[in-house]
């Protein structure tokens, strides 16, 4: 008896395992945010009234 290879489930399966390494790879690109103080990041922008002001002038 010889052994027949699906070849179209072959390359599906392999495209699968790809489609998967590729996800776990953008995902790992992205950064992890810790330790984020929200009070600081606040500060940095001005408020709606400041900004009105400074745009006027």
Not at 36 to 50: C, Q, S, T
């Amino acid at each position: 008896m010889s052994a027949t290879r699906l070849k179209r489930k072959h390359r599906k399966n392999i495209a699968r395992a790809n489609n998967k390494q590729t996800i776990i790879k953008q995902l790992l690109l992205t950064p992890v945010l810790k330790n984020v103080d929200i009070e600081e990041l606040k500060a940095r922008f001005p408020k709606a009234g400041e900004a009105k002001t400074e745009a006027a002038a």
